[in-house]
């Protein structure tokens, strides 16, 4: 049974292998990935529930979300834009 797998395809298990790969290198064990279109926004969650007590705003439109002294996820703005 021959397999036809187009550049589309390939592209994209390409670009989810780079990813995991990166997220290996992070300290934290699970991560849950929220992706909203419409605002191009990206919710990254290091545990559920998130639950913060302190927002840190960055300059460069990255919201830290902690918990006491940890990070418990990232909310990073126009997230399109970014390379």
Known sequence: ????????TVDFVTNCVAVATDMLKLPTHNMWLDYD???DVLYMS???PQRATTTIETDNDILIRKDGKNIVGLT???VSSRQ
């Open 1 to 8: 049974m021959a397999t036809v797998t187009t550049m589309k």
């Open 37 to 39: 279109r419409e605002a």
């Open 46 to 48: 290091f545990r559920k």
């Open 76 to 78: 990073i703005l126009n």
